[in-house]
């Protein structure tokens, strides 16, 4: 990583909000200008995965009492794929619990992503786990576009939360995804504990690697896992991480995801001014997200604010 840019971006801390929030919304519209991506994703597989991420609901090794199911079906997800494109999104995104999945799996999904992309005008993305270059070519071939794997947080803080795998896997299979010629969508959660530093980190490694797009999510505490009783991140804050996250990485689409509801609350359409470009509707893996009206309404208001029809 390098560490001179780092240091340089610290000085950005120093900023205050107006000030930060000026300069990230500069930046969006020298290199975004009025482009807006929405996505919506389907919980496809969901539950019992062996991994202990202290963030996740659905991790076998807490009690949250998350629904337990195997693999849908492609009827079942193909009808969740027109829903999202009804409610705006642009892209679509089958994502399922566990560190990977089956190959038979993987040849469901397959047939799954062909039928999406046979039937609907919506992009295909996949969220599925660590996989092999093989099923990376495999999925390609049946018409997915770009692939999701979260780094979560910085390398540094990664042991915090999770240490059933490490932070090599996370980045390695970014690498294997974008050799098959997948685009990749990669960023984290805000809010667990990391730090400024942390954040910013953060943000110079997925410059590195040149992902698409960079979801940012902030920390729901769910119920029964470890992190349950950790305080959410102010307004202010996510905002603040949103303009870094805008200034660092320049013309990468930034997508405001789970949290932006609870955490940010009337501050919503603040997010577009700090240089968010996109968002998630319709929901998350398992939390409830706001109303598809509500969504439609605030991207018509920022189209005003951004002189855009």
């Not at 971006?9 to 900023?15: A, I, S």
Request: proline share 3%.
């Amino acid at each position: 990583m390098d560490t001179l840019r780092c240091k340089e971006y610290q000085k950005l801390l120093g900023l205050t909000t107006d000030e930060l929030v000026f300069r990230a919304n500069k930046v969006r519209k020298a290199h975004i200008r009025s482009k807006i991506e929405l996505c919506g994703i389907v919980n496809a597989k969901s539950g019992v995965c062996g991994e202990d991420c202290k963030f996740c609901a659905q991790s076998a090794k807490y009690c949250t009492n998350v629904p337990i199911y195997p693999l849908m079906t492609k009827a079942e997800i193909l009808e969740e794929a027109k829903k999202a494109y009804d409610n705006g999104a642009e892209r679509f995104g089958i994502v399922t619990s566990g560190n990977r999945l089956t190959k038979d799996e993987i040849e469901g999904v397959s047939g799954t992503i062909t039928a999406i992309s046979k039937n609907t005008e919506i992009n295909v993305c996949a969220s599925l786990g660590a996989l092999s270059e093989e099923d990376f070519l495999a999925l390609k071939e049946a018409g997915l576009i770009r692939y999701h794997h979260n780094i979560e947080t910085s390398e540094r803080y990664y042991s915090s939360i999770v240490s059933t795998h490490d932070y090599d896997e996370r980045i390695n299979t970014i690498k294997v995804a974008k050799n098959a010629g997948l685009e990749v969508c990669s960023g984290g959660i805000l809010g667990m504990g990391e730090t400024w530093q942390d954040r910013i980190d953060m943000a110079v490694l997925l410059k590195e690697l040149n992902v698409s797009s960079v979801p940012l999510n902030f920390l729901i505490p769910i119920k029964g896992t470890p992190m349950e009783n950790v305080k959410p991140i102010s307004p202010i804050d996510a905002i603040r991480s949103i303009a870094l996250f805008r200034i660092i990485l320049e013309d990468v689409i930034i997508k405001v995801v789970a949290g932006r509801e609870s955490v940010l609350r009337d501050f919503q359409g603040m997010m577009y001014l700090a240089g968010a470009n996109g968002m998630m509707v319709g929901g998350y893996l398992t939390v409830k997200g706001g109303s598809p009206c509500d969504d439609k309404e605030l991207l018509k208001e920022i189209r005003k604010l951004w002189n855009v029809e």
